[in-house]
């Protein structure tokens, strides 16, 4: 076999500091497709700085372009397991006066001043409850992954 000059580039594997472009769905362990919103929509992320959930990131470590797996990732390493302090009780006259639904999400000031979006998960009498969870906090997560592109440096 001849000896060339030149290096034939192998396609990388995913790795710290890779680019990565990828296309998932999210299902539940039911296989109820919870969001399919990057299913033609790729996403471009470096791999290791937190941007997919723990469990994901570990599912695709040394994945190449072209490779398609299902990771299921536990609630833990997804979007955690859902806390009960994180749901609070709230008098409907603290309220704006508007009709709330349950299961309805909206983004309203905590009691440190910060932006926090809260899904109503129920009424009793004059009181609403509003969940600040993850809406996918507690399940298991099933990805379905689809490797488009990984570009490592060095």
Request: with cysteine; hydrophobic share 35%; charged share 25%.
């Amino acid at each position: 076999m001849a000896v060339s000059g030149k290096r034939e580039k192998m396609p990388g594997k995913i790795r710290e500091n890779s680019t990565v472009i990828l296309n998932y769905t999210i299902c539940d362990s039911f296989g109820k497709i919870l969001n399919d919103t990057y299913r033609n929509t790729p996403v471009n992320i470096t791999y290791g700085e937190g941007k997919l959930p723990p469990g994901l990131e570990e599912g695709i470590k040394g994945s190449a372009p072209g490779d398609k797996k299902r990771v299921v990732v536990s609630p833990e390493k997804a979007f955690g397991e859902r806390r009960k302090c994180l749901v609070i009780k709230v008098n409907k006259n603290m309220l704006p006066a508007v009709e709330f639904v349950k299961g309805e999400s909206f983004v309203r000031l905590d009691k440190f001043g910060q932006f926090q979006r809260y899904t109503v998960s129920g009424f009793i009498e004059d009181w609403v409850y509003l969940d600040s969870n993850h809406p996918m906090a507690g399940k298991t997560i099933v990805y379905d992954v689809s490797i488009l592109s990984v570009k490592n440096i060095n």
